[in-house]
């Protein structure tokens, strides 16, 4: 599975937009990229999923560029509910379903300040 | 509410004491897995059961010991513990739908082991 790679922390403020950047240099060609979020004592919570290019949903923005060898995460203007753990995922679901491995990392700490 | 319940949320036990976990979805998901996660570090995949049948066991100490008598229930029996298996154990499930990687996890069972 591929290896990723994210700050470990990142502070923001109410009302910015936050972009956390994954790499995965040796992703595969089958892999997508998702990203989860965990509030302390909680189970972690899907929040987007991509192949390549952008994507967008009601929460968060992931941008992938053309080599996907990296991508962003961006959560426009958030608040102080959003601090959280947020993990970035590389992966092919379908082996995943099928007994692979779902490898959560180290993830980032989004600490959102008044 | 994610549609996956844990329960207990909260267990003590002595390292001779016999217990256990029990998860179930409602979801009509075919896929479950259990998780650990230690305080400040990443969660590691313990088992994977897909319609019932477990394909993963990512080489987890013989003292715990899942059980899926169907497809919406697991549990996790746990004997003989030691204090490092202290921690918060997650259960989670999915439904392969066209590539999605996208688990949805209970509320966890914060276990500490005297």
């Known amino acids: 599975l591929a290896k990723t790679t994210q700050p470990i922390s990142m502070d923001s403020y109410e009302g910015q937009e936050v972009n956390i950047t994954c790499s995965h240099n040796n992703i595969a060609t089958n892999d997508y990229i998702t990203w989860y979020q965990q509030f302390p004592s909680q189970g972690p919570r899907f929040i987007i999923q991509g192949y390549k290019t952008k994507v967008t949903n009601e929460v968060a923005s992931l941008f992938i560029p053309a080599d996907r060898k990296s991508s962003t995460l961006s959560l426009p203007r958030v608040s102080l509910s959003d601090t959280a753990v947020y993990y970035c995922l590389v992966g092919d679901p379908r082996i995943y379903n099928q007994g692979g491995k779902l490898i959560f990392g180290q993830g980032t700490e989004l600490s959102v300040k008044p | 509410e994610t549609g996956v319940t844990q329960t207990p949320r909260h267990l003590v036990m002595g390292m001779t004491n016999k217990k256990s976990l029990k998860c179930e979805q409602h979801?009509?998901?075919?896929?479950m897995y259990w998780y650990k996660q230690s305080a400040k570090k990443p969660l590691e995949l313990m088992f994977v059961?897909?319609?019932?049948?477990?394909?993963e066991n990512n080489s987890v100490p013989s003292r715990f010991s899942p059980e899926c008598p169907n497809s919406s229930h697991l549990f996790l029996h746990l004997h003989t513990l030691q204090p490092e298996d202290s921690a918060l154990y997650l259960c989670?499930?999915?439904?392969?739908?066209?590539?999605?990687?996208?688990?949805?996890f209970g509320p966890g069972t914060r276990l500490t082991v005297t």
């Open positions: 989670a499930s999915s439904q392969e739908t066209g590539g999605s990687y996208e688990q949805y």
């Open positions: 059961y897909n319609f019932k049948e477990q394909t």
């Open positions: 979801l009509g998901h075919n896929a």
